[in-house]
């Protein structure tokens, strides 16, 4: 249970298989076939399938919605 740091002046990658996390100073994007995201302030999510949960405002669009 260790820890690792890393710091780069432009762009750090990590890919396994087809996942891939990339982290810039401008922001962060992480491919994958399934994904896990939490944000604190504000997040945005692409994706054929996009199940979302919002503990305040939530703004969807697509070409089909299902409500819950």
Do not use: E, F
């Not at 491919?31 to 996009?50: I, K």
Request: charged content about 5%; overall charge positive.
């Amino acid at each position: 249970t260790g820890t690792i740091a890393m710091k780069a002046p432009r762009q750090i990658s990590l890919t396994v298989g087809s996942s891939m996390v990339d982290l810039t100073p401008v922001g962060v994007t992480v491919q994958g076939g399934q994904c896990l995201m939490q944000g604190q302030a504000q997040s945005t999510v692409q994706g054929g399938l996009v199940n979302v949960l919002a503990s305040g405002v939530a703004t969807v669009q697509g070409s089909l919605l299902k409500l819950c």
